[in-house]
């Protein structure tokens, strides 16, 4: 059961690679290294010149944190088939399924962690403190 979900998941990510060069050629690298430049920047004068009306700010905080709740998944790597021909060895599958939707949890916990870390200047530039932040 592991080899054929291992041997699925390497021909995704084989797949993946195969277009990332197509995606990520020369010009569009540069032109992500400029937008996150002028994003930073822009990020760094709006802390420096904070405006005194705080909702279209915390507006977009809570759309941005509303959005990171809805983003992700669990890579299960299960096709239509299976729901067939896997029955015979159910419990492995449903270990398998618990095993994948703990690694994506923790996996997707962490990504949305370091977005909302980005935003944690704000909400100190905003005067709240910690607690109110991690809540």
Known sequence: MKDLFLKRKQAFRKECVGYLRYVLNDHFVLFLLVLIGFLAYQYSQLLQDFP????????FL???SA????WGGIATY??????????????EVKSYLKGQTVS?????????TLFLLLFAPLFLA??????????
């Open 67 to 70: 959005l990171l709740l809805a």
């Open 62 to 64: 809570g759309i941005v």
């Open 126 to 135: 905003m005067g709240y403190g910690l607690p109110v932040f991690l809540v």
């Open 78 to 91: 299960m096709e239509g088939p299976d729901k067939l021909f896997l029955l015979v060895s159910e419990e």
């Open 104 to 112: 994506s949890l923790v996996f997707w916990t962490i990504v949305q």
């Open 52 to 59: 005194e009306n705080h909702w279209p700010i915390l507006l």
